[in-house]
């Protein structure tokens, strides 16, 4: 994890060449209370945030691609995994 002065919030190192492929799928389109529990830097074009909605969790990610925000999401996991799967965002281990 890379914190840069002035940053409040963590970047994604980046990617290592063997890393994992997250599935970033559309947007889930229903009603639902989501918490977001943590997030990267908004200094970045691509932002991730770690949500919990309906018991689950899921990583959410925000890109701004010529001007437009494009939204993903990933499957969604029990809290134990998506937390390991965050961890391995941050360190580069996934993308
Ligand atoms: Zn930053």
Avoid at 35 to 43: D, L
Wanted: a positive charge; proline letters at 4%; charged letters at 25%.
């Amino acid at each position: 994890m890379i914190v840069r002065t002035g940053c409040l919030s963590p970047h994604v190192a980046p990617a290592q060449p063997d890393h994992m492929r997250l599935v970033w799928r559309e947007p889930y389109k229903g009603e639902e209370r989501v918490r977001v529990f943590a997030w990267t830097c908004e200094c970045q074009d691509t932002v991730y945030e770690l949500r919990h909605a309906a018991g689950l969790a899921y990583i959410r990610r925000r890109r701004l691609i010529n001007g437009a925000t494009e939204l993903r999401e990933t499957y969604r996991w029990r809290l134990g995994e998506a937390y390991s799967v965050w961890g391995a965002l941050l360190g580069g281990q996934a993308r």
